[in-house]
């Protein structure tokens, strides 16, 4: 059972488009996480949430917008996105991390295909 | 920078034999944790096995055991009996002890093949 849940599960838009990703946990996790994933390749951070505050933002395109609305969610908002935007987008969520070895969550992910 | 290197992007086993995937990494850190994920085709990264790198005891989940080695920063994942269904990408992943240390640093991950 997947315990971090994602929706949609596909998501096709065009490039002139707002849509948004949904990620939703009840385990308690203060840390919440999105990650872009291409085909065989691994998972790259975007976005961490601690606290519900933003924590890290690798340097993505602001054509993406995190929002955290509260311990349980958080969005991924997208607008005017590229081609080469498409990709697996992966939630996941953990125990504060400087408490212990606690491992990330995942979620099955939003296949995004852009048009 | 720290680093996670899987040298094999692909590995192919007998169903019920065994097989070794490989990690190595770099880090100047001396306490921090390292992880196995598996990634089947149904896209949910799931948790296979952790380890603490202050533990000298390698970690073992029912038929999955680990290797590590921290002289030699490496941390390798046995498959033991293995089966159909662990059929999968494997990525090993490492993050920092301490607080604030958010960020899990990946591999590349290795495509494993379970043959019938």
């Known amino acids: 059972d997947t315990e971090v849940t994602q929706t949609p599960k596909h998501l096709v838009m065009g490039m002139t488009n707002k849509k948004s990703l949904k990620c939703e946990q009840h385990?308690?996790?203060?840390?919440m996480y999105w990650y872009k994933q291409k085909a065989k390749k691994p998972p790259e951070l975007m976005f961490v949430?601690?606290?519900?505050?933003?924590?890290i933002n690798e340097s993505v395109p602001s054509r993406f917008s995190p929002e955290c609305p509260n311990s349980s969610l958080l969005n991924l908002h997208l607008h005017a996105l590229q081609p080469e935007d498409s990709a697996l987008y992966l939630c996941a969520s953990s125990q504060d991390p400087g408490r212990g070895v606690y491992p990330q969550h995942f979620g099955d992910g939003t296949r995004l295909s852009i048009l | 920078a720290q680093t996670v290197t899987q040298s094999q992007p692909e590995m192919s086993v007998q169903e019920a034999e065994t097989v070794t995937l490989s990690c190595t990494y770099d880090t100047s850190e001396s306490d921090y944790y390292l992880f196995w994920y598996k990634q089947p085709p149904s896209r949910q990264m799931i948790l296979v096995i952790r380890?603490?790198?202050?533990?000298?005891q390698n970690a073992t989940e029912n038929r999955f055991s680990v290797n590590f080695q921290k002289a030699a920063k490496s941390f390798s994942l046995k498959i033991s009996d293995s089966q159909l269904g662990d059929a999968a990408m494997y990525f090993c992943?490492?993050?920092?002890?301490?607080?604030?240390?958010?960020?899990?640093?990946f591999g590349t991950g290795t495509r494993l093949k379970v043959l019938a």
């Open positions: 992943a490492y993050r920092p002890r301490g607080s604030g240390t958010y960020k899990y640093i």
């Open positions: 949430y601690s606290y519900e505050k933003l924590s």
């Open positions: 385990m308690g996790h203060r840390a």
């Open positions: 380890q603490e790198a202050y533990k000298q």
